[in-house]
């Protein structure tokens, strides 16, 4: 039988077995939950957020004490659709459990009763609302917080994405969820997101309803020793080695950066044939090749940009951590016309995420975009 690939990079969660480490983290939610403390989670994107959520809610401790509830607000851009989104989620849980429990539900959330309807085929009755159905939005936000709260297991919601509503047209989304939050007596959250500097600023502005109500849950890069064993157990588990040498050039090239290190083993581990050792000589072949396999779709992302842009991405490209990046000797440097409009494009990449920006130092977000712009310039 074919193996299947043990280094996952999708998004879906595939068992303990092919999750690395996170254990502290995992306590540290686990606790949270436990003892009705919120959490906001940050890290960079690709980091693992999104993976060590449903870790965790995959786990004993979840599954016998909680309903846990995910969902991903990433292409949601208005109340509406976070709470058609939600009430998707929920209902998602009653199927194949009867008509009574969806009524249960609508007895609670009764401005969403216009979903409920008459399936077609089946003449059953289902939950089918659609965004034009939710006429008061932050009504069904209220129903939707009471019916978790009526439920005798206590129920635990992760709101992926959550810097999204940052997004939304409406002004008081945050006063909201947080007045919802606030009368919540067991059911906790979990609030992620990727964009640092917006995570934070609703977290940890003393202006922000959601200032100092969360535990704030940092996630860094995994530690080296333990994402070490986990890839040469998985390598070893095919009857196939990998050289230290070898995973320490990738874990250093990424600085340790998840996904990024899953890209390149699953690469090496799809190379490596039972027997065969990975080694200094493939790994540089495979970093070449996974490179060259995003090259076109890079060369299109920056055909797209002014060319202040692509040279002050270039730049940050070349300095890997760019420091002073304003500043006239930056400028002289790379090239560049003057401090204001490095100014103007940083704006610009660092708004729209390409650029990231850690206390005062700037990278690009996308780790193989950077390699490949200092392979190409
Ligand atoms: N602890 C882990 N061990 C192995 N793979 C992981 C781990 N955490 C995340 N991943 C993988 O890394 C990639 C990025 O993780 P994800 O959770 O989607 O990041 P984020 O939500 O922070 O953007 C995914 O492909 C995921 O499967
Ligand atoms: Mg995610």
Not at 7 to 22: K, V
Not at 23 to 29: G, P, W
Not at 48 to 59: A, C
Not at 140 to 149: A, C, I, N, P, R
Request: proline content about 5%; some cysteine; overall charge negative.
């Amino acid at each position: 039988m074919l193996q299947p690939n043990p280094f996952i990079i999708t998004a879906d969660y595939y068992g303990p077995e092919y999750f690395c480490d996170r254990e502290i983290e995992t306590k540290t939610l686990e606790n949270n939950i436990a003892n009705g403390r919120n959490t906001v989670l940050i890290s960079s994107r690709r980091m693992g957020k999104s993976g060590l959520i449903s870790h965790v809610f995959n786990r004993n401790f979840i599954q016998s004490n909680f309903k846990a509830f995910s969902i991903d607000l990433y292409p949601t851009s208005s109340l509406s659709e976070m709470i058609l989104l939600l009430a998707k989620e929920i209902t998602g849980r009653f199927k194949n459990r009867g008509e009574r429990i969806l009524e249960e539900f609508l007895g609670i959330v009764k401005s969403l009763r216009p979903g409920f309807k008459v399936d077609p085929v089946t003449g059953q009755l289902v939950f089918d609302l659609s965004l034009g159905e939710i006429v008061s939005p932050p009504d069904s936000l209220e129903e939707l917080f009471q019916y978790l709260e009526s439920s005798e297991t206590p129920c635990v919601i992760a709101m992926d994405e959550f810097q999204q509503i940052a997004e939304y047209p409406e002004h008081n989304v945050l006063e909201l969820l947080r007045t919802q939050v606030q009368k919540c007596k067991h059911t906790w959250f979990i609030f992620a997101g990727s964009d640092r500097r917006m995570m934070e600023k609703l977290f940890n502005n003393p202006s922000e309803p959601f200032y100092m109500s969360c535990s704030p849950l940092f996630l860094d890069a995994i530690d080296y020793d333990k994402y070490l064993d986990f890839s040469q157990k998985h390598f070893n588990d095919a009857g196939k080695r990998l050289e230290e040498d070898c995973f320490k050039r990738v874990y250093d090239l990424f600085e340790g950066h998840t996904w990024y290190v899953q890209r390149l083993m699953n690469e090496l581990y799809a190379w490596t044939k039972p027997g065969e050792v990975a080694d200094m000589p493939m790994m540089e072949n495979a970093l070449t090749f996974v490179i060259k396999t995003y090259a076109r779709t890079f060369q299109e992302q920056i055909s797209t940009y002014p060319e202040a842009q692509k040279q002050l991405l270039i730049a940050i490209a070349k300095e890997g951590n760019a420091e002073l990046i304003t500043s006239v000797a930056f400028c002289k440097k790379h090239a560049m016309k003057s401090p204001s409009t490095v100014q103007s494009a940083l704006r610009v990449l660092h708004d729209k995420g390409i650029v990231s920006k850690i206390d005062n130092t700037y990278s690009i977000t996308n780790r193989l975009l950077s390699i490949w712009l200092r392979m190409e310039y």
